[in-house]
């Protein structure tokens, strides 16, 4: 495993890029919208991980919840790796907590999943599959 990127909540995507490219001097790799998560994400890699903002489309998302509760800051931790229903299988059977139990897609069209800040010490755990090449690597 190693860590995929780090989910940051932010009211205004375009406000926050402000300090992530002038002031940190990352490049904004691009953004997209994940309907299914109700967030518009911009990209930034930094070194072989990267940082996501996510900026809530309502305030009724899991996303707009969170700032609503808590502001803007760190959301999640995602790390890589191979095979997501397998490892979801295991985590299961170690008596983890799954948010919903199942890959969805998210960012970029990887397969993701969620584990219950409960299972996790108080971090929202998100785990995407590994990219795989047209030959299956």
Do not use: N, W
């Amino acid at each position: 495993m190693k860590i995929d990127h780090l989910g940051i909540a932010v009211s205004s995507i375009s406000d926050s890029l402000t300090f992530y490219r002038e002031v940190l001097g990352l490049e904004l790799a691009g953004t997209e919208t994940v309907d299914d998560q109700g967030v518009r994400v911009a990209l930034l890699p930094v070194g072989e991980a990267r940082i996501e903002l996510l900026e809530p489309v309502s305030g009724e998302t899991p996303v707009g919840r969170f700032i609503t509760k808590r502001g803007e800051g760190l959301h999640h931790i995602c790390y890589e790796v191979d095979d997501l229903s397998s490892k979801l299988d295991e985590l299961r059977s170690r008596g983890v907590r799954l948010l919903e139990g199942y890959p969805r897609r998210g960012a970029e069209g990887k397969l993701v999943a969620f584990l219950h800040p409960a299972s996790s010490h108080g971090v929202l755990v998100e785990l995407v599959e590994k990219a795989r090449t047209s030959q299956g690597e």
